[in-house]
């Protein structure tokens, strides 16, 4: 079964970005991914969903901030993530669109001053 790894979350101040990776341990390019995030408290939320084809599509909360690509070749998802705001503070995770791959540890993001 394919495993998911999260990585590149951090400590960033208001305004700032950081760059977020996902790697299958298989092939997902014929898979829609998308990426995930849940705060304290809340429910997981859909933040960027990417087709095979590199469709992507966001949340009003996030769009024109985030941007999602993948490098199928390297079983890959990217999401970046610019003008962070507090209220982007979470664990992000990637999976498919259905959820039907175990999920990753996640990655932490937190933005702070």
């Known amino acids: 079964q394919v495993r998911l790894v999260e990585s590149g979350g951090g400590l960033v101040q208001p305004g700032g970005s950081l760059k977020l990776s996902c790697v299958a341990s298989?092939?997902?390019?014929?898979?829609?991914m998308a990426w995930y995030r849940q705060a304290p408290g809340r429910q997981r939320e859909v933040v960027a969903l990417?087709?095979?084809?590199?469709?992507?599509n966001y949340p009003d909360s996030v769009k024109g901030r985030f941007t999602c690509s993948r490098d199928n070749a390297q079983n890959t998802v990217y999401l970046q993530m610019n003008s962070l705001k507090p209220e982007d503070t979470a664990v992000y995770y990637c999976?498919?669109?259905?959820?039907?791959?175990?999920w990753g540890q996640g990655t932490q993001v937190t933005v702070s001053s």
């Open positions: 999976n498919t669109l259905d959820q039907s791959r175990p």
């Open positions: 298989g092939s997902i390019s014929r898979t829609v």
């Open positions: 990417i087709t095979s084809g590199g469709s992507t």
